[in-house]
């Protein structure tokens, strides 16, 4: 399956951005979609997954009650709407699929899609 991150941008703290990772080449409800994040000199780390059938979610602590993560398997895309931004949000955020069940483990999830920057100014 192939992935395509798009909808970051600048945005003052306090704003909204919406995220979408739109799906091609495979069978979208076999996959469970995940997004990471990684900040300038830090490591990669997870931000929220949904299941293949868009039935749970999961949430890092640190955008628990702002950020809602949805999918449409009609549309083979996902959504993460971040709300409520904070400047330690900047990061290249980054889709990725994986057959498992709802993981936070990177190493799990098999593919991935480029990226896109989000930076929220303060």
């Known amino acids: 399956v192939q992935l395509q991150a798009s909808g970051g941008g600048l945005v003052q703290a306090g704003g909204s951005l919406r995220l979408s990772c739109a799906a091609s080449?495979?069978?979208?409800?076999?996959?469970?979609i995940g997004w990471f994040r990684q900040a300038p000199g830090k490591e990669r780390e997870f931000v929220a997954a949904v299941s293949k059938n868009g039935g749970a979610t999961h949430y890092d602590d640190s955008v628990k009650g702002r950020f809602t993560l949805s999918r449409d398997n009609a549309e083979n895309t996902v959504t993460l709407q971040m709300n409520s931004l904070k400047p330690e949000d900047t990061a290249i955020y980054y889709c990725?699929?994986?057959?498992?069940?709802?993981?936070?483990?990177?190493?799990?999830?098999?593919?991935w899609g480029q990226g896109t920057q989000v930076t929220v100014s303060s």
């Open positions: 080449g495979g069978t979208f409800s076999d996959y469970v």
């Open positions: 990725a699929a994986t057959r498992r069940v709802v993981v936070t483990f990177e190493s799990v999830y098999n593919y």
